[in-house]
């Protein structure tokens, strides 16, 4: 199975400020087929489901906003949050589709400081 | 508009067995893969199976030969039947839609339930 780890686990970030959160795949999780990184970001805030922010490790999810932006490849990834807002206080989750044994990551709590 | 519906979630006995349904509306399941995740207290999420279009079934090393995924297309609903339960299966479990890709278990999932918790305990 493809191993999914996320770093750190909490985040405490001021208002305005960047977040960053990391998440290293055991193998690499490029697809040669499409030259695509098979690795998605999901946001899920208390007592709801997760929801996609982001796909192909880098594309936006229709009406997430441009704040959240995806970056890297093969087994190094990025979530980047430019400029923290309120609503933003959640736990985040990579996630790899390159394997039909899907895995996420161990979750990062991300925290208004 | 896409909807997923999960039920069946309960108290049940360790050793006991449980269904989980997931009604899917605004779309056919059977175009898509189909995949349930759970959230046990405290922790993160954990793929725990799917379904491709093709009926191939795919399942998480913690689930396997204890848990089996199916569906209805006539029904359009996925189903989680689950037996030999224990508290470390006690979650709140999703069900979960992926577009098709070239693996059996989809791509990113799109669009999610609200959940159905299955709690384990004497």
């Known amino acids: 199975d493809i191993v999914m780890t996320q770093s750190p686990d909490s985040l405490a970030v001021s208002l305005g400020e960047r977040a960053t959160i990391n998440c290293k795949s055991s193998q690499s999780v490029l697809d040669s087929s499409n030259n695509k990184n098979s690795l998605a970001w999901y946001q899920q805030k208390p007592g709801q489901p997760p929801k996609v922010l982001i796909y192909w490790a880098s594309t936006r999810e229709s009406g997430v906003p441009d704040r959240f932006s995806g970056s890297g490849s093969g087994t190094d990834f990025t979530l980047t949050i430019s400029s923290l807002q309120a609503e933003d206080v959640a736990v985040y989750y990579c996630?790899?589709?390159?394997?039909?044994?899907?895995?996420f990551g161990g979750g990062t709590k991300v925290e208004i400081k | 508009e896409v909807h997923l519906v999960e039920s069946g979630g309960d108290l049940v006995l360790p050793g006991g067995s449980l269904r989980l349904s997931c009604a899917a509306s605004?779309?056919?399941?059977?175009?898509?893969?189909m995949s349930w995740v759970r959230r046990a207290p405290g922790k993160g999420l954990e793929w725990v199976s799917a379904i491709s279009t093709g009926g191939s079934t795919y399942y998480a090393d913690s689930v396997k030969g204890r848990f089996t995924i199916s569906r209805d297309n006539s029904r359009n609903t996925l189903y989680l039947q689950m037996s030999s339960l224990s508290a470390e299966d006690t979650a709140i479990y999703y069900c979960?839609?992926?577009?098709?890709?070239?693996?059996?278990?989809?791509?990113?999932?799109?669009?999610w339930g609200q959940g159905s918790l299955v709690t384990v305990s004497s």
């Open positions: 996630q790899q589709y390159y394997s039909s044994l899907l895995t």
């Open positions: 605004g779309f056919t399941i059977s175009s898509y893969a």
């Open positions: 979960a839609k992926s577009l098709v890709g070239a693996g059996g278990s989809g791509l990113n999932f799109d669009h």
